[in-house]
């Protein structure tokens, strides 16, 4: 009698494990780093911090998970930071670059995720001297 249950135990057991997960068990796809809202939190100029104004860091990013983009910037109007500008367009992501399109422009970054921030590093070159500098955004 034991021997009998064996192979129906068996062949039950191959039957429950051959079952296709359904689509609620599957583990959720994960996020990509840079969705989410981000805020301008410091920036470097040839490796020496920049004090930035008030206003400088209310500037924010908005990367939704839909491939939505927008940013806000503002200026200091009297002793009050207000909304000078607002941009929105679309991202898409190649790789470890992000290319950002706002009214039909692209522009490609490559930031570099550590915990709550990325940073921007760009160069600007005029005549023989080289500026390096490098954005810091921290989540919000």
């Known amino acids: 009698m034991k021997k009998a249950k064996l192979p129906l135990l068996f062949a039950l057991a191959t039957t429950l494990m051959a079952c296709p997960q359904k689509d609620d068990d599957m ?3 994960p996020m990509d780093s840079i969705i989410g809202t981000w805020k301008y939190f410091k920036s470097y100029e040839n490796g020496e911090e920049v004090t930035l104004e008030p206003c400088d860091t209310e500037e924010t990013l908005i990367y939704s998970a839909n491939g939505a983009y927008s940013g806000s910037n503002y ?5 009050t930071c207000e909304l000078e500008e607002t941009t929105s367009g679309t991202w898409t992501k190649n790789g470890s670059i992000y290319n950002i399109t706002i009214e039909g422009e692209t522009e490609s970054q ?3 995720f550590e915990e709550d921030t990325f940073y921007l590093e760009y160069s600007d070159t ?3 001297t080289t500026t390096t500098y490098k954005e810091v955004y921290k989540r919000q």
Do not use: L
């Not at 200026?75 to 002793?79: A, F, L, Y």
């Open 27 to 29: 583990p959720p796809e």
């Open 75 to 79: 200026d200091e109007v009297n002793g």
């Open 110 to 112: 490559e930031p570099v």
């Open 126 to 128: 005029e005549g023989s």
